[in-house]
């Protein structure tokens, strides 16, 4: 007697309408951004994900249409590969230039699946496209920057991808970078703390906003193992 097991198989889940798969650099943020439905991919410090990871990530969606974070300009190739290979498989696939994952984080917050993709995509974008970002790091050679000479171990401030700020200090420098970019306006400051920020640093940065500007609000997530010890958004 033969046995037909494959007749027997289920069939596939159906597709859901739409998801969000964002890049994000720390298990701290991929936990915040799964629970707000995103499927997320882990960008490790040195290891940018490649083009079939993101494609991997589209699939496990299982949706028909994909709206893509990248949250970093080095991505931007890759994550444009990715959508490309998703839209032949029959993805419906729109790639928002996130280059910072405080704009991707901007941008989910507004997400709403239960709208016109367009429309979606566009209130997505136009929230990132508002939200100014800006990372902590240390120097790890002497090196000309954008704000003069740093030396190994200087803690410089980037302001959209480009160095604004050299200091010796990590607090210090992180309240100069948020006097530069709140001395443009702005309603609410993200703070991404890396794994071995202490909290005394959030507290100090939260003060520091409130006294000199008291209409804007500050939220603080923890990231995790990020390649920056912090990351900053003002929108």
């Not at 300009?73 to 928002?96: M, N, S």
């Given at each position: 007697r033969t046995s037909h097991f494959g007749a027997a198989a289920e069939e596939p889940p159906e597709r859901i309408q739409r998801a969000v798969v964002a890049v994000v650099p720390g298990e701290g943020l991929a936990g915040l951004c799964a629970e707000a439905g995103a499927t997320t991919v882990l960008a490790r410090p040195g290891e940018p994900p490649a083009s079939g990871e993101l494609v991997q990530a589209i699939r496990r969606a299982h949706a028909r249409e994909v709206v893509?974070?990248?949250?970093?300009?080095?991505?931007?190739?890759?994550?444009?590969?990715?959508?490309?290979?998703?839209?032949?498989?029959?993805?419906?696939?729109?790639?928002?230039?996130?280059r910072a994952a405080v704009q991707g984080l901007a941008a989910l917050a507004?997400?709403?699946?239960?709208?016109?993709?367009?429309?979606?995509?566009?209130?997505?974008?136009?929230?990132?496209?508002?939200?100014?970002?800006?990372?902590?790091?240390?120097?790890?050679?002497?090196?000309?920057?954008?704000?003069?000479?740093?030396?190994?171990?200087?803690?410089?401030?980037?302001?959209?991808?480009?160095?604004?700020?050299?200091?010796?200090?990590?607090?210090?420098?992180?309240?100069?970078?948020?006097?530069?970019?709140?001395?443009?306006?702005?309603?609410?400051?993200?703070?991404?703390?890396?794994e071995d920020v202490p909290d005394a640093l959030a507290d100090r940065l939260e003060r520091y906003v409130r006294d000199g500007h008291l209409a804007v609000d500050t939220v603080v997530y923890r990231g995790g193992r990020q390649s920056a010890p912090l990351l900053v958004g003002v929108e």
């Open positions: 893509l974070l990248p949250n970093d300009t080095e991505l931007r190739h890759t994550a444009a590969a990715a959508a490309e290979q998703a839209r032949t498989e029959g993805v419906r696939v729109a790639l928002i230039p996130t507004v997400h709403q699946p239960d709208r016109r993709f367009d429309e979606d995509v566009v209130a997505m974008t136009t929230a990132a496209g508002a939200t100014r970002y800006a990372e902590l790091a240390f120097a790890e050679r002497q090196s000309w920057t954008m704000a003069g000479i740093c030396q190994a171990g200087d803690v410089l401030g980037l302001i959209d991808g480009d160095v604004a700020v050299i200091g010796a200090d990590l607090a210090a420098t992180a309240e100069a970078v948020l006097s530069r970019m709140l001395a443009a306006g702005g309603e609410l400051v993200t703070l991404v703390l890396g």
